[in-house]
């Protein structure tokens, strides 16, 4: 093998990930199993349809997640900790806009006593006060903390002003919203959405027979009030009519920009070749925005753009941080690199890298069961077919040069694009 000549690059023409098996346990909860890996290892996902979009006051959804580890009727905090310790068991507790997420890694050997604390958790907690105190102490300090930095200042702003207060996106969470968060709050919660009529499970890593039988065990039969079905609320939201919006911090060293506009959602036909365009204006270290205002102008350490999916909504947008007397030439170099992929198509040279990492990227996404595992809850999460990576990969391999330059135009425009600065104002 001669070292001193790079490897020709072969282009990935199919692309197919391993299907889950899907069936359904006697009480109807969905199971799907991804049978992979080698290690005596399996991870457990555990969905209920009960997130931001579903709570009727602020910081609901994540508390009554957040809370599940806290004790139970039959184990108290220290002891949950103390037995997933032992068992060499992991729990990750997650809330996202539409679902609330358990997930939890164990030893294939013990896989029935870490069962046993899970199954304890999702159908008897307590929400003790006084552990539930504590927690919202340690996430008012953390709220502080974040509200003193203006890349979350400036992303707080963003949403407010394409959402509005009507909208999930849109409500700005205060330090009082953390005080009035109570037991009782939770609980109802709770009792509405963690039943068994509104569940998902997905079970990932060397799952065996006997695994699927102990998951069937704990979790087929009817728990919670299970007759009643989460329904996805629908939000109005209107973006303000202001181009700009300032948030001053007046000892803030850097200022925070973030540009966006509402924008297509995941099933519009467009959507995957505009995630091509997305990705060489701003979403790789190469791309259009990084090799102006980074390498060439030196303004940023680093600036981004892609774009955010909501269940109703995908944001377009675009995050950086800069000294505070270069936010006006940025955004003008943000313009300028818009007004570029207006007029100019691309080279097909560039449009081959930005193919070629994005290509990279889905082989690196989907390598081990876990990933896997992750890649068909998207798909489940976001109500997507089994075609959506098949299809991506189409997208990524055919878009041409003419397609970017016409996405830009219809969906990458400086009329729609709201200005969002957090940072020391200057005269």
């Known amino acids: 093998m001669d070292r001193t000549i790079q490897p020709e690059i072969q282009a990935m023409k199919d692309f197919s990930i391993l299907p889950p098996v899907r069936t359904t346990l006697p009480n109807g909860i969905p199971l799907a199993v991804i049978n992979a890996g080698e290690q005596e290892v399996v991870r457990m996902d555990i969905l209920f349809a009960g997130g931001r979009w579903h709570q009727s006051q602020k910081l609901q959804s994540l508390f009554t997640n957040r809370m ?127 039943h068994s009529g509104n569940c998902f499970i997905f079970l990932s890593g060397k799952v065996t027979s006997e695994i699927i039988r102990r998951v069937t065990d704990a979790f087929g039969y009817p728990f919670g009030m299970y007759q009643q079905r989460a329904v996805r609320p629908e939000f109005p939201f209107t973006a303000i009519p202001e181009k700009r919006v300032f948030t001053e911090r007046e000892d803030a060293l850097q200022s925070a920009v973030k540009m966006g506009c509402t924008t297509i959602t995941r099933t519009h036909p467009d959507y995957l070749k505009l995630r091509v365009l997305m990705t060489l204006f701003g979403g790789y270290f190469g791309s259009r925005l990084m090799s102006n205002i980074r390498e060439e102008k030196g303004y940023t350490y680093g600036i981004s753009a892609g774009i955010m999916s909501y269940p109703d909504s995908g944001l377009l947008g675009i995050s950086t941080e800069t000294a505070n007397e270069y936010v006006e030439p940025l955004i003008q170099e943000v313009y300028h690199e818009i007004d570029r992929l207006h007029q100019e198509p691309v080279t097909l040279e560039e449009l081959t890298m930005v193919r070629n990492y994005m290509l990279g990227e889905m082989c690196r996404n989907y390598e081990s069961p876990f990933s896997l595992s992750d890649a068909w809850i998207f798909i489940a999460t976001s109500g997507l077919d089994d075609e959506y990576f098949s299809r991506s990969l189409q997208a990524v391999n055919e878009v041409t040069t003419q397609e970017i330059q016409e996405l830009a135009q219809r969906y990458l425009c400086k009329e729609t694009l709201k200005e969002v600065i957090a940072g020391k104002k200057l005269s």
């Open 68 to 194: 599940l580890r806290e004790g139970t009727r039959k184990y108290t905090t220290a002891t949950i900790a103390e037995k997933l310790d032992y068992y060499g068991s992991w729990l990750e507790l997650s809330s996202s806009s539409e679902y609330a997420y358990l997930t939890i890694y164990s030893l294939n050997k013990y896989v029935a006593e870490t069962l046993e604390v899970v199954e304890s958790m999702i159908k008897e907690p307590l929400f003790p006060e006084k552990e539930l105190n504590t927690i919202l102490d340690t996430n008012i300090q953390q709220y502080l903390v974040n509200s003193s930095k203006v890349d979350f200042l400036a992303q707080r702003s963003l949403l407010q002003a394409l959402y509005g207060e009507q909208h999930p996106c849109g409500q700005v969470v205060m330090e009082d919203d953390y005080r009035v968060i109570k037991p009782e709050v939770l609980h109802s919660f709770y009792q509405e959405y963690y």
